[in-house]
């Protein structure tokens, strides 16, 4: 029972984690200027969720601070508190005590001091809003009152005389006493559950005996979202409720029959029977009109409004809406399984497209089978994927806090957050953005008046983007700041004994310097940087996961960092080509067309290099044999040979030497890294159908700059 329990537990730290992203997400939405009703109700959501879950398991602490927390944003999402910058300033330090508290829930670190932001969040609830930094909030002037001869204490308000004999107040109406909470007075509840709240899991009449077994009773029900007959969904709920709690029943009981309801419901507790009005979702502006509450005493027997309605026209309140999409958990490791099986699947067919003729592969309808395998092996991957949205949500909030530090200015533009990526790539990836993201503000976004005596404006700019190409992911960070500065980068590691005083080093060399162990140009060490481990961490960590990290800088102009990322596992469209008698993939997506050089169309340039002619242009020619080291093949005349145009996003259009092209085959993707260091123009393996390793061709790495900084240090060294 208790490893159920703590599966569960497990579970519900996930949706923890889920909801931490929406809340941030959120609030850094509100911070930026985005206060619309959808926005808040997404961090009240999140919130709200974590607590309900909290206090099912018993983390009191978290309970409790996530619940100060939910009252201000419920305040917020009914419009009674304007989501000022203050007030989101304070949200947002509120998020990060929520966040430790999250996490020492899970037992990785202590309690968090949350005694100022619960003070900060008490001040919004009294204020109404933030308090003002600047002025002090004046007390409220005291209230005269006129003595009472019988000793009485006025119940409520600036009474201007009384009457001892017990008749209507002088200057004031009965109806001013409505306004006065009566202590002595029930507890009036109103409960209008959201229209998903079946279908969610939840059953208001729940609710309603919760309250019934604390005392209450019902005294009315609202009705007026009720539709026709042909437009009712089983699965909607549409009448709200009026309950009548005993005065003496703490609210505080009433408020925990409601833990677990759905965000969009909407709940009043008032003192006495004023009922707020109801609404079907939470807005910012003037609440709709008062729906009429039905006595229990007149509610007709239910076939007659039911029948009333059948003849009258659909309402256009109650439109009809499609069912929530339903959702399952499952463990990572069974669909890693899953994706294996597939990528199985995909070789078993490659081995018969190898034993079996043309005419055959027809009579067993082998390419259908291929198709299928293609469409299960998208499908699987889908699951895996997720939004790299997750990992760039973090980051304005990031460039707030840098911006605070260092007084710089500086905006984020982002593109390509949609970009799907597999989770285990993203979980990976949070410490090599924080690091680029650090870098570009700290070393790269001069400051305001540096930036204005450089004819620039003065608030700087930061390009956040993702995008995949072919088996590979980009991720990119770029900024429009002063650009590298290549001769204090070399002086810098010529200081650090990184490269000789002698080395000659080509301008990416010097820029991959930059990513050298140890190496810093910062003059002081501060909260940013100055121990020369950032940017080595996001070298590290991406060739951990078998990719590259590519550095372009114009001086003045700014800087891009590039994460080109591995897809885990993925099914490409590759050519099988041959160098040296052997067997190379090189992916379809980046060919352009083969040909077959004649006499004199490819030339020499320089001793290495070779260009070709073709319909009157020249394109640059690599020899992967010569780049791969096949010496002994080096002296192939380039008639023997085929060139395959391939386009590059770094390089164009570049040719591509190879001895021959023997098949065009669907490959499956295996990574190097587990066993191998990254290589550089290699993207991964894969097995062919007789049951030997080809190794697959990275274009982009081939066409790109030759040299690393992992290539420099070496030869130094030795």
Not at 1 to 29: K, N, P, R, V, Y
Request: charged share 20%; proline share 7%; hydrophobic share 45%.
């Amino acid at each position: 029972m208790s490893d159920d329990l703590d599966d569960i537990q497990a579970i519900f730290f996930e949706e923890c984690a889920e909801g931490l992203t929406t809340a941030e997400t959120g609030l850094s939405a509100m911070n930026a200027g985005d206060v619309s009703a959808g926005v808040i109700a997404g961090v009240f959501r999140a919130v709200h969720s974590i607590k309900g879950g909290a206090g099912a398991f018993g983390h009191a602490a978290l309970t409790a601070f996530s619940h100060r927390f939910e009252n201000v944003l419920d305040e917020v999402r009914a419009g009674r508190i304007a989501p000022t910058p203050g007030v989101t300033g304070v949200m947002l330090t509120a998020f990060d005590i929520l966040s430790d508290h999250v996490a020492a829930a899970q037992g990785t670190r202590g309690l968090p001091n949350d005694a100022a932001a619960l003070e900060a969040l008490d001040e919004v609830l009294k204020n109404g809003g933030a308090p003002d930094a600047t002025a002090p909030v004046a007390a409220p002037a005291p209230v005269e009152v006129d003595a009472d001869p019988f000793g009485f204490v006025p119940i409520a308000g600036a009474i201007e005389s009384f009457d001892p004999f017990g008749f209507e107040p002088v200057g004031v109406s009965l109806d001013d006493f409505d306004s006065a909470p009566d202590i002595a007075a029930p507890w009036t509840v109103t409960f209008l559950p959201s229209n998903a709240a079946l279908s969610n899991g939840g059953e208001p009449m729940l609710i309603i005996r919760e309250l019934e077994l604390l005392g209450g009773s019902v005294i009315g029900a609202d009705l007026s979202r009720l539709p026709s007959l042909r437009d009712m969904d089983p699965e909607h709920s549409y009448i709200g409720w009026t309950v009548s709690v005993p005065a003496a029943i703490e609210e505080s009981a009433i408020t925990d029959c409601f833990d677990f309801v759905d965000p969009d419901s909407v709940v009043t507790i008032v003192r006495g029977d004023s009922v707020a009005p109801a609404a079907s979702a939470p807005v910012t502006q003037a609440p709709p009109p008062v729906a009429p509450v039905v006595s229990t005493a007149s509610i007709a027997p239910p076939a007659a409004p039911v029948a009333a309605k059948v003849a009258a026209p659909a309402s256009p309140e109650a439109p009809r809406v499609e069912p929530a999409s339903q959702t399952i958990r499952v463990e990572l490791t069974k669909l890693d399984m899953l994706l294996n099986l597939v990528g199985e699947l995909v070789i078993r067919g490659s081995i018969l497209a190898d034993r079996l003729s043309p005419k055959d592969q027809e009579r067993v309808e082998l390419p259908q089978l291929s198709r299928l395998t293609r469409e299960i092996q998208d499908t699987v991957m889908s699951l895996r994927a997720q939004p790299i949205k997750q990992s760039f949500s973090r980051v304005p909030r990031m460039l707030r806090d840098l911006a605070t530090e260092t007084g710089k200015l500086v905006t984020l533009e982002t593109t390509g957050e949609m970009t799907e990526v597999d989770k285990g790539v993203i979980e990976k990836i949070g410490d090599p953005l924080t690091h680029m993201i650090r870098n570009a503000v700290d070393h790269g976004i001069e400051s305001p008046a540096d930036r204005i005596a450089c004819g620039k404006p003065p608030e700087g700019t930061i390009r956040l983007s993702a995008e995949q190409k072919g088996a590979r992911i980009f991720v990119r960070v770029a900024d429009d700041g002063a650009g590298i500065d290549r001769v204090r980068v070399r002086a810098k590691a010529v200081e650090k004994g990184i490269v000789a005083a002698d080395a000659v080093l080509s301008d990416e060399e010097i820029d991959q310097l930059i990513c050298a162990p140890g190496f810093s140009t910062a003059e002081t060490i501060s909260n940013i940087s100055g121990r020369g481990v950032g940017m080595d961490v996001v070298r590290s960590n991406v060739e951990a996961l078998g990719g590259r990290v590519e550095i372009s800088s114009v001086p003045g102009k700014g800087t891009t960092f590039t994460m080109v990322l591995p897809l885990t596992l993925a099914i490409l469209e590759g050519m099988i080509v041959r160098l040296a008698g052997q067997r190379f993939v090189l992916p379809l997506a980046n060919v352009v067309e083969t040909v077959q050089p004649e006499p004199g169309q490819v030339r020499p340039t320089t001793t290495t290099g070779e260009v070709i002619e073709l319909r009157g242009n020249y394109v640059p020619v690599r020899r992967l044999t010569r780049t791969f080291g096949f010496a002994d093949n080096d002296a192939r005349s380039p008639e023997e040979s085929l060139v395959i145009i391939v386009e590059s996003e770094t390089a164009g259009h570049v040719g591509l030497m190879v001895d021959t092209i023997d098949d065009r085959r669907e490959v499956v993707i295996k990574s190097l890294e587990q066993n191998l260091h990254p290589i550089r123009g290699l993207g991964g393996a894969t097995i062919l159908g007789d049951g030997s390793i080809a190794l697959i061709l990275d274009i982009e790495a081939l066409v790109g700059p030759s040299s690393s900084v992992r290539h420099i240090t070496k030869g130094l060294a030795a």
